[in-house]
């Protein structure tokens, strides 16, 4: 029978947890580097230590850092069923982040039930001392997942979930995560949870995270969840103004390509998720694999870009 931990759950891995603490005190400077980076430099910049993808996350591969290499490696060795991509450190924001699923990520994949994986690995008291790394035991800034899933997305500014019944409010039954993490643990949760950050002042949080689906999934042509949505944008003008009160022009550019995908109404009996991950097997791996062993250092297969956003099939 499923359960929420279906949906969300703290993976709570012993190397891993060693791992993480032994390379605190080595990863600091790389991490403050990195969020100076994503604070600083212009969006979409190459440098040294990854691509600067937001104010809030830098995309990372294995020349950005060998820490990051062996974590990155680790995890694909952990989980060869699964296709690994989009790795990013992600950081701690003053503000909080608003309630939300990765909800581009959930139209794209179509009937693909795909999840994410956000691994913390500094929680940590500002000003920051190098010698004196101390872990937050409160107030770290962590992710939290609210559960049920959701039949639907939420972009931020959104204060309901579109479904294909319409627009549904929301109400949590259980919050994983937050301060429940420990630096080393793994949030692991579906794409279709809503999820937010309280914001902190006075913690530096930095977590790794990614995206992973069943190898075997190809929703490459599976277009019929992003027409449903492209034909709820032409005539829902309320919709489209949630989406781009906040001024954030990312949205923006992702409304304008959503509303312009070509193509006839979309098959609604298709606008579904299956799930075929098996929640208990993958938990179970995840808790017992040794991520202390020597990473793999062959370069991780190149992934072709997925681009039916920015240019959409017929």
Not at 147 to 153: D, I, L, M, N
Not at 198 to 205: E, K, M, V
């Amino acid at each position: 029978m499923a359960s929420w931990q279906d949906d969300a759950t703290i993976v709570r891995n012993a190397s891993l947890r060693e791992l993480v603490r032994a390379q605190r005190r080595q990863q600091i400077a790389f991490l403050i580097e990195a969020r100076r980076l994503v604070e600083e430099a212009p969006l979409r910049t190459h440098h040294a230590h990854g691509v600067v993808n937001s104010r809030a996350s830098l995309g990372v591969t294995p020349d950005s850092n060998p820490f990051i290499a062996h974590l990155m490696a680790g995890f694909q060795a952990c989980l060869p069923d699964y296709t690994l991509f989009e790795f990013e450190l992600w950081f701690g924001s003053e503000r909080p982040t608003p309630p939300h699923n990765d909800a581009v990520f959930y139209l794209k994949t179509g009937q693909t039930v795909a999840l994410q994986f956000w691994v913390l690995i500094e929680a940590c008291r500002m000003p920051i001392s190098a010698d004196a790394l101390k872990e937050a035991p409160s107030g770290k800034n962590a992710l939290q997942c609210l559960v049920p899933a959701v039949p639907g997305v939420m972009f931020p500014g959104m204060s309901a979930v579109l479904t294909r019944e319409g627009m549904v409010e929301y109400r949590a039954d259980e919050v994983v995560g937050g301060d429940d993490m420990s630096i080393g643990d793994c949030l692991l949760f579906k794409n279709s949870v809503i999820h937010t950050a309280p914001g902190s002042t006075d913690t530096f949080r930095a977590a790794l995270a990614f995206r992973a689906h069943l190898a075997g999934e190809d929703y490459s042509s599976d277009v019929d969840t992003l027409l449903w949505f492209r034909d709820e944008l032409r005539r829902n003008e309320a919709l489209e103004r949630r989406l781009v009160t906040t001024r954030n022009p990312y949205f923006q550019r992702v409304v304008d390509r959503l509303k312009s995908i070509p193509g006839d109404g979309p098959d609604l009996s298709r606008v579904c998720k299956v799930d075929r991950n098996d929640y208990a097997a993958l938990r179970k791996r995840l808790a017992e694999f040794d991520f202390g062993r020597p990473a793999q250092r062959a370069a991780l297969a190149s992934r072709p870009s997925d681009d039916r956003i920015t240019n959409p099939k017929e």
